[in-house]
């Protein structure tokens, strides 16, 4: 089981990414995964509030590679139709009419600082590092774009997207990608603080006011769809085909200097 869901008699769930022999790594089921389980909480009247959590050293290690290579095989249509399903689950998550919290206890990259983007609050541990890393690779961070410059901005968005420039928690922090970075230990009772205080808030007025958010964001015409098209465009290139096949024989990239 790649994800658990699981709630407790107070409605606080909790939403576990379990893949971490491939560093909670985003393939094709997982990705589904989370999208229905998105759908489905939404839809469930006791949670009140979503934990979302990882198993093993890793948060989550962005897009599995083996996924992403796959794409560079396939045909235009079947590239669309990945790279919707990566800004599909992004999209449910983000509208998710509950409060969604990221507990992190170790590094995002990636697709995973996307997920962290489209949480309520993230709380992580003080020992986490975060990077986009897709430009190292050949690849971009399209999907994860939108959500990442409504969050961060686009000056710190330049900084860090362009050169997969990794962060440690306290800069996080600074760039509001992360509410608060703390001990390790004092982890769960950090994530616990935040969720409760959802506990004395009308559920349907905390909805509502998610809703508002969203709606009073400055609009970017066809965002998703201009992310899925650059995705797409970028799976087609020479570039992410040496770059993951590099990756996968443990060379240097061509484009690495030094």
Known sequence: ???????????????????????????????????EAAHRIARDPAIRVVVLASTGPTFCAGGDLGW????????????????????????????????????????????????????????????????MTETRLGLIPATIGPYVLARIGEPAARRLMLPARRF????????????????????????????TAFLACAPGAVADAKALIHSLRPPV???????VAALVARWESEEVREGLRAFFAREPTPWTRG
């Open 168 to 195: 440690d928690a306290t800069e996080a922090v600074a760039l509001q990608l992360l509410a608060r970075a703390v001990s390790p230990d004092a982890l769960a009772a950090a994530v616990e603080e935040e969720a």
């Open 221 to 227: 015409p066809d965002a998703v769809e201009r992310s």
């Open 1 to 35: 089981m790649t994800l658990r869901l699981e709630t407790d008699p107070r409605g606080i769930a909790r939403l576990t990414l379990s893949r971490p022999e491939r560093h909670n790594a985003l393939d094709a089921p997982l990705m589904d995964a989370l999208t």
């Open 68 to 131: 992403m290579r796959a794409q560079t095989e396939a045909d235009g249509p079947t590239r669309a139709a990945e790279a919707r399903r990566l800004a599909g689950m992004l999209h449910a998550l983000d509208t998710l009419p509950k409060p969604l919290i990221a507990e992190v206890r170790g590094p995002a990259y990636g697709g995973g600082v996307g997920l962290l983007a489209v949480c309520d609050i993230a709380v992580a541990a003080d020992t986490a590092t975060f990077a």
